[in-house]
């Protein structure tokens, strides 16, 4: 699951959350809008920590190049 992903679902679980006055026999909408933004924002910590993983190996080098003078 990605960041786009994670971002989603806590938008949506927060959606359902707050903004959805419905009721559906059998289904807590309120349960299933924080049980999405948990694994949201669940998903988002653990992406955030691969890609902060991922970053610690780059290492930037400056590439110099010479000119022989006499050319």
Known sequence: MGVGVSLILVAAGAI???AVN???SGVDIN??????????AIGL?????????????????DRV???DPYL
Do not use: D, H, K, P
């Open 31 to 40: 349960t299933i809008g924080v049980i999405l933004m948990v694994v949201g």
């Open 65 to 67: 190049i010479e000119r």
């Open 22 to 24: 419905a009721t559906v």
């Open 16 to 18: 359902l959350t707050w």
């Open 45 to 61: 910590a653990i992406s955030l920590l691969m890609l902060a993983q991922a970053n610690r190996g780059v290492v930037a080098r």
